[in-house]
C-alpha cells in the first residue's frame, strides 16, 4: 500500500511588493503548464496569478481539490489534508492511495500536473510567503547553533545552514538528532 501527498504552501500570503523575479517564474509557469497539458482550471488559476502577483491559500487548497477529484475518477481513493510546515503554516494537499505503489504514484502524478502542480509551485515561491520562512529559518538556525554550543562545539554567530548542517552530522547520534530538531515544534 502506497501513500503520496501533495503540497503547496502557507495561508495567509499576503500580497507581494516585488514581483518582477516572481512574474518570470509566473510565465514560466504557465508556459510549462500549457505544454504539459494542464486543465483549463490550472491555466486560469496560473493566469490569475499572473495578473495578481501572488497566490491564494483558497487558490491553493482549490487545486489541491481538483486533484483529489481527478486521483478518484481514475480510481484512487484520495483526500484532501492541510499539512503543517515546520514553520507552522497550512498547506493544502492531496494524498492518494488505493493499489500497486507504482500506479498509485504514476496516477497521482499526472493528476497533480494536471490539476495542482503549478498553482502549488508557485504559492511556495511567492515572495512574501518566502519571506516568512526566511526569518523562520533564522530563528531555527541560531537555534541550532546554540544546540551545538550546549555539546561543546563553537559556531560562529554567522555561520551558514551548511556549516551548522556539517557541525549536527559530525555530533554522536542522540546529540545530532536533538540539535537537528531544534527549533522545530
Same mark, same amino acid.
Given at each position: 500500500?502506497?501513500?503520496?501527498?501533495?503540497? !503547496?504552501?502557507? $495561508?495567509?500570503?499576503? *500580497?507581494?511588493?516585488?514581483? $518582477?523575479?516572481?512574474?518570470? #517564474?509566473?510565465? #514560466?509557469?504557465?508556459?510549462?503548464? =500549457?505544454?504539459?497539458?494542464?486543465? $483549463?482550471?490550472?491555466?486560469?488559476?496560473?493566469?490569475?496569478?499572473?495578473?495578481?502577483?501572488?497566490?491564494?491559500?483558497?487558490?491553493?487548497?482549490?487545486?489541491?481539490?481538483?486533484?483529489?477529484?481527478?486521483?478518484?475518477?481514475?480510481?484512487? &481513493?484520495?483526500?484532501?489534508? &492541510?499539512?503543517?510546515?515546520?514553520?507552522?503554516?497550512?498547506?493544502?494537499?492531496?494524498?492518494? &492511495?488505493?493499489? $500497486?505503489? *507504482?500506479?498509485?504514484?504514476?496516477?497521482?502524478?499526472?493528476?497533480?500536473? =494536471?490539476?495542482?502542480?503549478?498553482?502549488?509551485?508557485?504559492?511556495?515561491? =511567492? *515572495?512574501?510567503? #518566502?519571506?516568512?520562512?526566511?526569518?523562520? &529559518?533564522?530563528?531555527?538556525? #541560531?537555534?541550532?547553533?546554540?544546540?551545538?554550543?550546549?555539546?561543546?562545539?563553537?559556531?560562529?554567530?554567522?555561520?551558514?545552514?551548511?556549516?551548522?548542517? +556539517?557541525?549536527?552530522?559530525?555530533?554522536? +547520534?542522540?546529540?545530532?538528532?536533538?540539535?537537528? !530538531?531544534?527549533?522545530?515544534?
Amino acid at each position: 500500500m502506497a501513500v503520496v501527498a501533495g503540497c !503547496t504552501a502557507s $495561508d495567509p500570503a499576503p *500580497p507581494t511588493t516585488s514581483a $518582477d523575479p516572481y512574474s518570470a #517564474q509566473v510565465e #514560466q509557469a504557465i508556459a510549462e503548464a =500549457q505544454s504539459a497539458q494542464a486543465s $483549463d482550471a490550472q491555466i486560469a488559476t496560473l493566469q490569475t496569478i499572473a495578473a495578481t502577483g501572488l497566490v491564494t491559500y483558497e487558490q491553493a487548497k482549490d487545486a489541491a481539490m481538483r486533484g483529489v477529484e481527478c486521483a478518484q475518477n481514475v480510481g484512487l &481513493d484520495s483526500t484532501y489534508a &492541510d499539512y503543517e510546515s515546520p514553520a507552522g503554516f497550512a498547506i493544502p494537499a492531496f494524498y492518494a &492511495d488505493g493499489g $500497486d505503489e *507504482p500506479e498509485i504514484a504514476s496516477a497521482w502524478e499526472a493528476c497533480d500536473l =494536471q490539476e495542482a502542480f503549478w498553482v502549488n509551485k508557485l504559492y511556495q515561491l =511567492q *515572495p512574501d510567503f #518566502q519571506h516568512l520562512h526566511d526569518a523562520f &529559518d533564522a530563528i531555527r538556525l #541560531q537555534e541550532r547553533i546554540d544546540c551545538l554550543e550546549q555539546f561543546g562545539i563553537t559556531v560562529p554567530s554567522d555561520a551558514t545552514w551548511d556549516e551548522v548542517a +556539517t557541525e549536527i552530522a559530525s555530533l554522536p +547520534t542522540d546529540q545530532s538528532l536533538t540539535c537537528r !530538531t531544534a527549533g522545530v515544534g
